[in-house]
């Protein structure tokens, strides 16, 4: 008895093992943090062991689908969480040099604008939009996953990317977009306030995510001029004694910057044809364990 319940687990395991980057891929598009996601494929390992799995005629499909609807479920409480956040808040930057698709068949959903957009939607079109966009499922799969008909599902998807596409500029490429990354750091590292507006977009937005657990501004400063001001004004002892690398974060050229061996920071941007159109500041450790060593089963909720 103890033998077959032994192989039992054995097999649990190795089908768990082998969909289980795309139940965490799903899990982070749909709330912007890894730990949170970390949790949630836990909690569908508990139940796949749990379960009757002699009726399951489509494990990868039973999987998703309870991860997605763990998801959606914990969306409300996640976002209830936030209000009490300090200062802006930031999904949790991911290694994709590890993982450049993060689980998915698609790169989509990963990038730091999509994310904070995605946060404006319903927990539903959220799902309905990852399902399609970064992991191509069929709208009749959809549909079983998010509970609605297949007409309904089409028309989430569809409502996700009329709100994407209206509130977002087309991206630079990733060589350009390095490019003004590069050019940014050259002129926040002395405070050339001409340089930096030359760079900014004129509607340009910065946000700096801390929880209150490093020197940040607590709101977002908007406009290429002032934020060129606030950059100069403080640029320096940002910068100075750190060292400072290349990364890449969701699918984005980022600077890391550590201080005595441990990391402070990482800042990125996302550019379009009109330049920079918003500075990107991760200065929550508990968010930087992607890029620290630290073990996110170890980290407190985000």
């Known amino acids: 008895m103890g033998a077959t319940t032994d192989t039992g687990l054995e097999e649990a395991a190795a089908v768990f093992g082998e969909v289980r980057g795309r139940l965490f891929g799903i899990a982070y598009r749909m709330l912007g943090s890894a730990v949170d996601a970390e949790d949630l494929?836990?909690?569908v390992w508990v139940?796949?062991?749990?379960?009757?799995?002699?009726?399951?005629?489509?494990?990868?499909?039973y999987l998703a689908t309870a991860v997605t609807r763990l998801a959606i479920n914990v969306s409300?409480?996640?976002?209830?969480?936030?209000?009490?956040?300090?200062?802006?808040?930031?999904?949790?930057?991911?290694?994709t040099a590890a993982d450049p698709q993060l689980g998915a068949e698609?790169?989509?959903?990963?990038?730091?604008?999509?994310?904070?957009?995605l946060e404006k939607l319903s927990p539903t079109e959220r799902a309905a939009y990852v399902l399609r966009e970064a992991f191509d499922y069929p709208y009749g799969q959809i549909a079983e996953i998010v509970q609605a008909s297949e007409v309904a599902s089409r028309q989430l998807v569809s409502r996700a990317r009329k709100h994407l596409r209206a509130e977002?500029?087309?991206?630079?490429?990733?060589?350009?977009?390095?490019?003004?990354?590069?050019?940014?750091?050259?002129?926040?590292?002395?405070g050339d306030i001409s340089a930096l507006e030359r760079l900014f977009a004129e509607d340009v937005v910065s946000y700096?995510?801390?929880?209150?657990?490093?020197?940040?501004?607590?709101?977002?400063?908007?406009?290429?001029?002032?934020?060129a001001k606030?950059?100069?004004?403080?640029?320096?002892?940002?910068?100075?004694?750190?060292?400072?690398?290349?990364?890449?974060?969701?699918?984005?050229?980022?600077l890391l910057l550590k201080r005595d061996g441990t990391t402070s920071a990482l800042v990125t941007v996302t550019t379009s044809e009109d330049g920079i159109d918003q500075v990107l500041w991760m200065l929550n450790p508990a968010k930087l364990a992607a890029f620290s060593g630290t073990d996110p089963c170890n980290r407190s909720s985000l």
């Open 41 to 43: 494929v836990q909690e």
């Open 47 to 61: 139940r796949w062991q749990t379960c009757d799995r002699s009726k399951v005629e489509n494990p990868a499909a």
């Open 76 to 95: 409300g409480s996640a976002r209830k969480r936030r209000e009490t956040y300090i200062g802006p808040w930031l999904p949790e930057p991911v290694d």
């Open 106 to 117: 698609r790169a989509a959903g990963l990038e730091f604008a999509v994310l904070l957009l």
């Open 168 to 190: 977002r500029r087309t991206p630079s490429s990733g060589p350009e977009q390095r490019r003004l990354l590069t050019a940014f750091l050259a002129a926040a590292q002395v």
């Open 208 to 227: 700096a995510d801390s929880n209150g657990a490093a020197r940040a501004a607590r709101m977002p400063i908007h406009g290429a001029i002032k934020l």
């Open 230 to 254: 606030v950059i100069h004004a403080w640029g320096s002892d940002f910068w100075s004694g750190a060292d400072i690398s290349w990364v890449e974060a969701n699918g984005q050229t980022g």
